[in-house]
T-cell receptor
Framework: DQQVKQNSPSLSVQEGRISILNCDYT??????FLWYKKYPAEGPTFLIS?????DKNEDGRFTVFLNKSAKHLSLHIVPSQPGDSAVYFC????????????FGGGTRLMVKP | NAGVTQTPKFQVLKTGQSMTLQCAQD?????MYWYRQDPGMGLRLIYY???????DKGEVPNGYNVSRLNKREFSLRLESAAPSQTSVYFC????????????FGPGTRLTVT
């Protein structure tokens, strides 16, 4: 059973609008969450992270929100740009599990010019 | 700085054949990882090495072996390939500690017929 789920396999957004990517998790021991971005034929690259002691982390156009009670996190991209078109993976980690990450299945974001 | 490099980029094997996927990093990272990516499944951890001289199983280790040759290199071996091992394989490295981002290689696309 997947412990980290991204229920939307794809999302299409107009350039300049907000993109919201969602992620749900079931393991209450997860306490560190990350988002990775992946272009075709490349490896994933780190985008933004959040610790469970926070409920929001912002980096430029990217903001991650964490709702621990709902076991839900979301990534907001504002404004969306065509170069943001990629597959986005959320990942989670337990503090006492070393560097082991559990990834969601990914959401393909398409930003239309 | 090449980052994380993987060889080969593509490989086709027949069922029962063996092969080794090579990975090297030049960032002096202690931890290295092997993942496989399958459609809709995200990235799943096969094996990881928290530091030179140690290796541990991840989520899907069956059918694979690994060797941490030195601090730079971490190889993944398929002793007897099966069609279920058709996937894209990613190697990654990071500093030790959950808050450190993982840096990924470009991937190896493996097809087992």
């Amino acid at each position: 059973d997947q412990q980290v789920k991204q229920n939307s396999p794809s999302l299409s957004v107009q350039e300049g609008r907000i993109s919201i990517l969602n992620c749900d998790y079931t393991n209450s021991m997860f306490d560190y969450f990350l988002w990775y971005k992946k272009y075709p034929a490349e490896g994933p690259t780190f985008l933004i992270s959040i610790s469970s002691i926070k409920d929001k982390n912002e980096d430029g156009r990217f903001t991650v929100f964490l709702n621990k009670s709902a076991k839900h996190l979301s990534l907001h991209i504002v404004p969306s740009q065509p170069g943001d078109s990629a597959v986005y993976f959320c990942a989670a980690s337990e503090n006492n599990a070393g560097n082991m990450l559990t990834f969601g299945g990914g959401t393909r974001l398409m930003v239309k010019p | 700085n090449a980052g994380v490099t993987q060889t080969p980029k593509f490989q086709v094997l027949k069922t029962g054949q063996s092969m080794t996927l090579q990975c090297a990093q030049d960032m002096n990272h202690n931890s290295m990882y092997w993942y496989r990516q399958d459609p809709g499944m995200g990235l799943r951890l096969i094996y990881y090495s928290a530091s030179e001289g140690t290796t541990d199983k991840g989520e899907v280790p069956n059918g694979y072996n690994v060797s941490r040759l030195n601090k730079r290199e971490f190889s993944l071996r398929l002793e007897s390939a099966a069609p279920s091992q058709t996937s894209v394989y990613f190697c990654a490295s990071s500093e030790q500690g959950v808050s450190y981002e993982q840096y990924f290689g470009p991937g190896t696309r493996l097809t087992v017929t």
